[in-house]
């Protein structure tokens, strides 16, 4: 298959604050009939940014590309004019785990949508067949592999299908984090449907991605929405990690019971620190591809109904995740990509409400990782992951607000800082470490070429172990001259001197420690070196900045009550019933009637139906309580 690369596609381009203001390009009826579906299906009374935009491009039968970040709405664009068309909408979806919780939401949500992957039988996906011959179901999603499959594709080609919605389309692209050979034929779904409008949808892809997608597609003049790369409600943390496993609890622990998820690099430290977690008392359930497929459905719906707290995973985890009220992502190990950081920590917040993102970054991690690249990547793929982790290296090291960092990457330029992650509301102090950089390079000299990191840190602090006494480097000069700080912070020094270019790992030697060239001046005295002060965990007094202040508490937790209740009698997921933005509407709307609760961002009319009275009678009583 041929990767040239398809000519600059006319765009519009936008940010989350701008509206679309183009008279000539508005039909008012139509406008008027897709925000009637958008309060009566989705319950909500006016489109967020970009989401008219194209909604209506794919209306007028056009094909489309839309960037919005995770949480931005995607859905919608697809999912509303599914319900305008007459005939059939194609969702192609990359994982099981994702097509079934969009399906449960739509069908909370009173619209006829279905799944045919592999965790149906041939009886059950013979139904759904019956049914979409029958007209029945408005969106069908599947996965690429069976929409190509010759047998399901001529299936397909009996139905009327209006539009086919390409998910995660960065999978399309060789330049994508997450490249699926099985997407580079989806074009010829474009040439099976040529009069359906295909619209392709992600929140992560560059601008080399965004051409490549165009290309693979087949996409024919596409509208093309750019609608910025910020999540403004995720605070962005970054601590250097030592003893991760603690710093991991520590964090946990000032999250209160919210759900969060903890990524971790390899299966063995999955299960090291979700056993770690539960001894601390912490439920939690561990996720990678070592575990059977039961056991992996089993902690994801855990997860999914609030059962427990925490999933300890790989990268395996989280893509298929639709849950609308995770609170907080923690990556235990440095990603290889700022896409894949992105999307991860993505995975908290999708209710716009506020969300923590902790990365915990170790130089020796990042060695690793090159290694892995180096030694695993095919000549094609060698460069593009390189450049990938280099741009996550230096978002890791920055000392400049992390959002810049991270929406510089993408191209979202933003000139102010964000004061919402920790560089903006702690700086780093800054203070003259000469002294301290030369009691650490000099250690790493004299111990010549027996330089792992912690065994540096103990002849720095003077230990005493039965390895360092029989290689008698209890004698060197250096030996206990760092014994009045911990271990801790001498490991973060030592990181630092390697952001500054005056140590190295060599993980061609297990990880050891060299010195560079520049080490030189400053062990002569002739160069100083300016450090900050270390820190190893995310200051509990600091708030994020979007932090809502008019919430009853008492109230929102009642209403969670209640929401779990529900979701437990009818067994689907509690923030399929309503989300954390929702309740927190409520508390500051306080309907006491059917009608009232009708206004509530999140509530339509089926929900409204189902759902109502138990709401609004809960908010009765509390008003009553109070008088």
């Known amino acids: 298959m041929s990767h040239q690369l398809a000519p600059s596609p006319q765009v519009e381009e936008t940010t989350p604050q701008n509206t679309f203001t183009s008279e000539a390009n508005v039909q008012p009826e139509l406008e008027q009939q897709a925000i009637s579906i958008l309060k009566q299906s989705f319950g909500y009374d006016k489109f967020r940014a970009g989401q008219w935009q194209v909604i209506e491009q794919v209306l007028k039968q056009k094909d489309a590309l839309v960037l919005m970040p995770t949480g931005g709405g995607k859905s919608i664009c697809y999912q509303l004019p599914a319900l305008i068309f007459n005939g059939l909408t194609i969702v192609i979806s990359p994982l099981i785990s994702l097509m079934q919780d969009q399906v449960q939401q739509l069908t909370e949500q009173g619209v006829n949508a279905a799944y045919i992957n592999s965790s149906l039988d041939s009886e059950q996906v013979q139904h759904i067949q019956q049914q979409l011959q029958l007209g029945e179901i408005k969106l069908l999603y599947i996965a690429p592999e069976r929409a190509l499959q010759p047998y399901f594709l001529n299936f397909l080609l009996t139905l009327d299908v209006s539009l086919i919605a390409v998910d995660e389309a960065h999978c399309v692209s060789q330049w994508g984090h997450d490249f699926r050979k099985e997407y580079t034929r989806l074009n010829e779904l474009k040439q099976a449907f040529s009069k359906s409008p295909v619209l392709a949808l992600t929140a992560t892809a560059d601008e080399e991605t965004q051409i490549d997608i165009i290309a693979q597609l087949g996409l024919e003049s596409p509208f093309v929405f750019k609608g910025g790369f910020d999540r403004p409600n995720i605070r962005y943390n970054l601590l250097a990690k030592y003893k991760g496993g603690d710093q991991v609890v520590d964090f946990i622990k000032q999250q209160g019971n919210n759900s969060g998820i903890v990524y971790c690099n390899s299966r063995a430290k999955v299960d090291d620190i979700a056993a770690k977690l539960n001894l601390e008392g912490i439920r939690c359930g561990a996720y990678h591809a070592g575990y059977d497929n039961a056991d992996r459905e089993r902690t994801q719906n855990s997860f999914l109904n609030d059962d427990i707290q925490v999933v300890v995973a790989t990268v395996a985890f989280g893509m298929g995740i639709n849950k609308s009220n995770v609170r907080f992502v923690i990556h235990h190990d440095v990603p290889r990509s700022i896409e894949s950081f992105y999307q991860e920590t993505g995975r908290a917040g999708r209710d716009s409400m506020p969300a923590e993102a902790l990365l915990l970054y170790d130089d020796k991690d990042a ?184 919430i009853d508490r008492r109230l929102f937790a009642k209403l969670k009550h209640l929401r779990k209740q529900l979701a437990t009698e009818q067994g689907v997921p509690a923030f399929t019933i309503f989300s954390d933005a929702t309740l927190s509407d409520m508390t500051a709307r306080l309907p006491t009637n059917t009608k009232d609760f009708l206004s509530v961002n999140g509530v339509g009319e089926v929900k409204n139906q189902k759902y109502g009275s138990a709401f609004t009678s809960l908010i009765q009583d509390y008003l009553s309580a109070l008088e």
């Open 367 to 550: 060695a690793r990782i090159k290694k892995w690249i180096a030694d695993g990547a095919s000549p094609q793929r060698f460069a593009i992951e390189q450049h990938k982790f280099e741009a996550m290296q230096s978002f890791a090291e920055a000392q400049t607000c992390r959002r810049q960092v991270l929406l510089n990457y993408f191209g979202d330029l933003k000139q102010a800082r964000c004061e919402n992650c920790d560089i903006c509301q702690n700086p780093p102090k800054m203070f003259d470490g000469t002294v301290e950089a030369q009691k650490l390079l000099s250690c790493v000299y004299r111990l010549k070429g027996i330089t792992a990191i912690q065994y540096v840190i103990d002849v720095l602090r003077g230990k005493s172990h039965k390895k360092l006494m029989d290689n008698k480097h209890n004698s060197l000069s250096t030996y206990g001259i760092g014994k009045e700080q911990p271990d801790q912070y001498w490991h973060n020094i030592i990181q630092q001197l390697i952001h500054q270019g005056l140590m190295r790992i060599d993980m061609t030697y297990g990880g050891i420690l060299r010195l560079n060239q520049s080490a030189k001046s400053v062990l002569k005295g002739e160069v100083g070196v300016n450090l900050a002060v270390p820190k190893f965990k995310v200051s509990s007094a600091t708030s994020n900045k979007y932090e809502a202040t008019n």
